[in-house]
DNA sequence: GGCACTCAACCAACCAGTTAGTAAGCTCGG
DNA sequence: CCGAGCTTACTAACTGGTTGGTTGAGTGCC
């Protein structure tokens, strides 16, 4: 086997990102990520320092991408709303990082400077359809945000049962998603 | 002091719970809990088994009271989801539990007799007001009953941040509760 | 005395983190 | 082309401390 620290460096990302979101950070165990990279434990420890810095390390880069990846679109949030639905559910893991940062971290992952910042700029797009009455001024911007990622990114877990869901069922949900986004939305009927 | 054994029951259970409540089941130390309840670590044996079988003990007592203790009123749905939205602040360690539960136990606890049956009976009456057009058909019950369970159990979860928020905060929090799910329950003008 | 209850001390397993060492590649003078 | 010397990637074995769970000796009430 040829050496190759930045292969090894991801195999030890890849594993672990399974088992801190399988187990969270008090129940994932360093040995058995270090078994599932094919390394050995001290590797883990050279490269990012120990459990907590490792799991800041994945959490830090997987939802810093996952929250920038999809761009608000303020003409249509019933389809944004999808979109954000349907990387949640290709991704389940960053969802269960994501809850188990606010648990266990008391979502101090969430306050990252670019998290924020993007956050804060789907807020203003969002406060600028609104006052331009694209979108209904029901709720304060924060509060639309708050509701859409809420609906987006936790409704397959609220559902979830031992077995994951079928594709049928994932276009239901879908669909259950994209309604009430659009209900919330919906400005009335034009004056 | 006199030996009071259902006292002593008692204090266990409070310990526990908040110590569940704040770390997990992976996260919680027996010995912690021990302490906190001000009795010997082997009598929380003697009681309620092992660790899971305490937490399983809490969570069943818990979640369920928590569940059927707030009854459905369809025909004034935003008032009943504020409702439920004090009584989830007011118990905020019981949605850190149902959280905990989804993560660590694969929600196994709510999947308990009594708690489904309440979920279906309030599908059912759902039911029932859609069919007499007091409430929107927009959404299924079932999926209706999920936003209204999501959106008043998280939205605190999901603002928190280090300090509690203010009780100013959290009328607003509770009003943008009850508009959502007044918007998402309107059954329109009237034919 | 008997019984329900209480506890300090203990144990084996486990676990995050460390250490001391091995070996694969790279470099550079010859 | 070569091989001594160095750097980098990696490892087995260990350490100190923690953890869930047990046990056996009390303690006080009937």
Same mark, same amino acid.
């Given at each position: 086997?040829?050496?190759?620290? %930045?292969?090894?460096?991801?195999?030890?990302?890849?594993?672990?990102?399974?088992?801190?979101?399988?187990?969270?950070?008090?129940?994932?165990?360093?040995?058995?990520?270090?078994?599932?990279?094919?390394?050995?434990?001290?590797?883990?420890?050279?490269?990012?320092?120990?459990?907590?810095?490792?799991?800041?390390?994945?959490?830090?880069?997987?939802?810093?991408?996952?929250?920038?990846?999809?761009?608000?679109?303020?003409?249509?949030?019933?389809?944004?709303?999808?979109?954000?639905?349907?990387?949640?559910?290709?991704?389940?893991?960053?969802?269960?990082?994501?809850?188990?940062?606010?648990?266990?971290?008391?979502? %101090?992952?969430?306050?990252?400077?670019?998290?924020?910042?993007?956050?804060?700029?789907?807020?203003?797009?969002?406060?600028?359809? %609104?006052?331009?009455?694209?979108?209904?001024?029901?709720?304060?911007?924060?509060?639309?945000?708050?509701?859409?990622?809420?609906?987006?990114?936790?409704?397959?877990?609220?559902?979830?049962?031992?077995?994951?869901?079928?594709?049928?069922?994932?276009?239901?949900?879908?669909?259950?998603?994209?309604?009430?986004?659009?209900?919330?939305?919906?400005?009335?009927?034009?004056?």
């Amino acid at each position: 086997m040829a050496r190759d620290s %930045q292969g090894t460096r991801r195999r030890i990302l890849e594993a672990a990102t399974a088992e801190f979101a399988e187990r969270g950070i008090a129940g994932a165990r360093v040995d058995r990520i270090a078994a599932s990279a094919g390394c050995n434990k001290s590797l883990l420890y050279t490269y990012f320092g120990n459990k907590d810095r490792l799991f800041e390390t994945i959490f830090d880069s997987l939802v810093a991408e996952m929250v920038t990846a999809t761009p608000i679109d303020t003409t249509d949030l019933a389809c944004y709303a999808g979109r954000l639905f349907d990387r949640y559910c290709t991704h389940p893991e960053v969802v269960r990082l994501a809850l188990w940062d606010r648990l266990e971290r008391d979502g %101090q992952g969430m306050r990252v400077a670019g998290i924020v910042a993007a956050e804060t700029a789907k807020a203003e797009a969002l406060a600028r359809a %609104q006052d331009g009455g694209a979108v209904s001024a029901l709720l304060s911007p924060a509060d639309l945000l708050a509701a859409i990622t809420l609906v987006t990114s936790l409704w397959p877990l609220m559902q979830a049962h031992d077995d994951s869901p079928s594709p049928a069922r994932l276009a239901e949900m879908r669909t259950a998603v994209t309604a009430i986004v659009s209900r919330l939305t919906d400005p009335g009927p034009t004056r």
